[in-house]
């Protein structure tokens, strides 16, 4: 049996209020996910994702959806890249009186 290195994809994930919940958004899959907490929300969408790339495994899929989504997987200490927003942050400035 030939063993298979093990890898990971990177995804970008959307983080948003809304109302008295969070919800998460991964662009790269179109899957989302909620929860009370952003970290709750990060949390539920990787147990969401993780489900779907099992599925698209067992489903023979997963190079065909990858491919059509421009996604691959990453192996070793490969640096990672975000392609766009990256994360924002909230800041008091002082203003002139």
């Known amino acids: ?9 990177a995804v970008e994930v959307v983080v948003t209020k809304e109302g008295n919940q969070y919800s998460s958004w991964s662009p790269e899959f179109d899957i989302a996910s ?3 907490s ?3 929300a ?12 099992n599925i698209l495994e067992e489903e023979g ?3 065909q959806v990858f491919k059509e989504r421009g996604i691959r997987i ?7 890249i975000p392609s ?5 942050y ?3 400035l002082p203003t002139p009186v």
């Open 1 to 9: 049996m030939e063993k298979v290195e093990a890898g990971y994809v």
């Open 34 to 36: 909620c929860g009370d």
């Open 38 to 40: 952003p970290e709750e």
């Open 42 to 53: 990060v949390k539920n969408l990787g147990d969401a994702l993780e489900l779907y790339l």
């Open 61 to 63: 899929e997963r190079e």
């Open 74 to 80: 990453i192996h070793g200490d490969e640096t990672v």
């Open 84 to 88: 766009s927003f990256v994360t924002q």
């Open 90 to 92: 909230r800041q008091k």
